[in-house]
């Protein structure tokens, strides 16, 4: 008796749908695009052939579909560079390497389940049903062959029974996540003391010179100098030309006329717009507001955020019909009702931005700045070229100040240098990877200038000599023994505590903390401090190092996480979700791993630049 297949709607063929509206939308004009030469294949995963017009489809598709985020059309350029080609074939390389691990261990999908999964499939259905008419002109116009189709869907069907049954057996147990919500949700409550420089009780004395060169050699790391690097330069920017640059006088009119709405500008207000169904209603609610309610009231009647209601700043005129009542409104007011593009609304005026109106003379020197700018940039171009020319007929960064207009220079850099040419990170990077070996070049700058470099010399790290920063070691060293100071002095304190001496009759000033979670944040703690107080048993006092001088504390309690709390109870099926999403993720990926690497995967980089071709 044939087994009867159920209609019932299944994630694996609402995935097929998808799959089918891709396939369609995907593979039209298939045939039309010509890659040269029959080439048919990019590659292939064991006996499963990567081919040529489904990666040029995905490519598209994935093209697409990143550009959306974007909300621009993307270059093929563009795509390249966050690795749109990449992600496809590394896709399409999964899957065949599954459709391939199918092949191997005889997994395949019978005709009547093919027939099944065809007349699940709407774009081929009639009134009555199936219809193989419709069926046969869709793929003709797909440019597919009822066998190469169904061969696919069997493919497809086949790999989804197989990456199911992958995934089907990782549901975890519980422990997982109550182990770690107990960890989470565990609380402390704490009475501390802090203490700081101005508590210390006894001053350490000054040290002699012996004590502070014990000091320095201690920590000579602290006083070593980092790696420099001597560097010759030369270089040029926009800004070094500008002053020379001269802008004729009809090139700023003109410049002022196009830009004239930029530096003139009517008033503008700065609006909330609330739209309702109808007048009565905002009418009702501008009532409700006048009688001591609040705008922030209404929006929140209405099922929205504040946020929802900002137009920005507005004009008269781009209000419309509205324009009049809200600029003759005061700032603060609600006006209205007034017609929006949505219906009637209220609106609440939160500032006004005076009109603007700058005259040429006034701006004369922006202009001349923008225009001239632009003419520097396309001097330092010429300049660069220029630069490259001297380089390769056989001159020095040296040389380049003397034969060209490029402004020469040399620093001692190292990766704390800041200042002039090194507060680039295009030159830092480039001093850093320098070589004394470089043939020198000319590399771009973040403004448009450019520059060239040669190392001369690479200076190790060095101890700076103690004579020459004898004041630095003698503060930080007094620093260092206060504070050690202080932390003897909060010792005896927590020994004294820990005896069963009450802070009170030390003298100490406390503050009790409860129901502290291990991710909360104490001011007087730091994140190693707030560690060590989990660490701690009930009673147990410390004096630990604080952000301002040292903390005495004392656990007082330890409140374990209740489980059975609703909210508790929730977030333990969310993390054991999680978790078996994380397991099948990971397996999944270790058996494509496993597969790709038994089957052997074979690309053909000619095949791939060919199909790059048709999207330049």
Do not use: C
């Amino acid at each position: 008796m044939a087994q009867k297949t159920s209609n019932k709607l299944t994630p694996s063929k609402i995935f097929l749908w998808l799959l089918m509206g891709m396939l369609f939308v995907g593979l039209a004009g298939f045939g039309a695009t010509n890659f040269g030469g029959g080439l048919t294949r990019i590659g292939s995963v064991g006996d499963k052939p990567i081919l040529v017009q489904d990666y040029y489809s995905g490519l598209q598709q994935d093209i697409r579909a990143i550009s959306q985020q974007f909300g621009t059309t993307l270059t093929f350029e563009q795509a390249q560079m966050f690795g749109v080609p990449q992600q496809t074939l590394s896709r399409l390389v999964t899957t065949r390497a599954f459709d391939n691990e199918t092949s191997e261990i005889g997994l395949s999908v019978g005709d009547e389940t093919l027939a099944e999964e065809l007349r699940q499939i709407p774009n081929f259905n009639g009134e009555d049903g199936f219809d193989r008419n419709a069926y046969s002109f869709i793929l003709e116009n797909a440019g597919l062959t009822e066998a190469e189709f169904e061969a696919t869907l069997r493919d497809e069907t086949a790999r989804t029974l197989l990456q199911t049954s992958i995934v089907a057996g990782t549901s975890l147990r519980t422990t997982y996540a109550e182990t770690m919500l107990k960890y989470q949700l565990e609380q402390r409550s704490v009475t501390m003391a802090e203490l700081t420089d101005a508590d210390l009780v006894t001053t350490p004395p000054l040290a002699d010179e012996a004590t502070l060169r014990a000091y320095y050699d201690a920590n000579i790391d602290q006083y070593t100098s980092p790696e420099a690097r001597d560097v010759t330069y030369a270089w040029i920017t926009p800004d070094m030309l500008l002053d020379s640059v001269q802008v004729p006088e009809e090139d700023l009119r003109s410049s002022y006329d196009e830009r004239y709405d930029e530096f003139n500008l009517p008033e503008r207000r700065l609006v909330e717009q609330l739209v309702f169904p109808d007048d009565a209603e905002a009418q009702a609610a501008l009532s409700r507001i006048g009688a001591g309610g609040s705008f922030e009231e209404e929006v929140a009647g209405r099922g929205l955020a504040l946020a929802d209601t900002d137009l920005g700043d507005v004009t008269r005129e781009s209000l419309n019909d509205a324009g009049a009542i809200v600029f003759d409104a005061q700032i603060g007011d609600v006006a209205g009702p007034a017609p929006s593009a949505f219906g009637p609304a209220l609106f609440r005026i939160n500032a006004m931005l005076p009109a603007q109106a700058i005259s040429f003379d006034d701006a004369r020197e922006a202009l001349r700045r923008d225009l001239g700018a632009d003419q520097a940039r396309r001097q330092v171009a010429v300049l660069a070229e220029e630069a490259i020319n001297e380089l390769a007929a056989g001159a020095t960064v040296e040389d380049l100040p003397s034969v060209t207009a490029l402004v020469g220079g040399q620093i001692i850099w190292t990766e704390q240098t800041q200042d002039g040419i090194a507060a680039y990170p295009a030159f830092s990077a480039r001093a850093q990877q320098a070589q004394a070996s470089d043939f020198p070049e000319i590399f771009e700058l973040g403004d448009g200038g450019v520059f060239a470099l040669q190392l001369n010399a690479i200076i190790p790290p060095a101890p700076i000599p103690f004579e020459d920063i004898l004041q630095t070691v003698a503060q930080d060293q007094t620093m260092s023994a206060r504070a050690d100071a202080l932390m003897s002095q909060a010792e005896d304190l927590a020994a004294q505590l820990q005896e069963g001496v009450e802070f009170a009759g030390l003298g100490l000033s406390t503050e009790n903390q409860s129901d502290l979670l291990r991710t909360d944040f104490l001011p007087q703690l730091t994140r190693d401090g707030m560690g060590r107080v989990f660490e701690m048993s009930v009673g147990q006092v410390r004096a630990l190092n604080g952000t301002n001088g040292v903390v005495v504390l004392r656990l007082d309690g330890v409140n374990i996480a209740d489980l059975t709390d609703e909210n508790a109870a929730q977030r333990v099926v969310e993390l054991t979700n999680q978790a078996s999403t994380s397991v099948a993720e990971d397996l999944f990926n270790a058996l494509s791993v496993d597969i790709q690497l038994r089957a052997g995967i074979e690309i053909d980089q000619a095949a791939i630049d060919a199909v790059h071709v048709n999207f330049q």
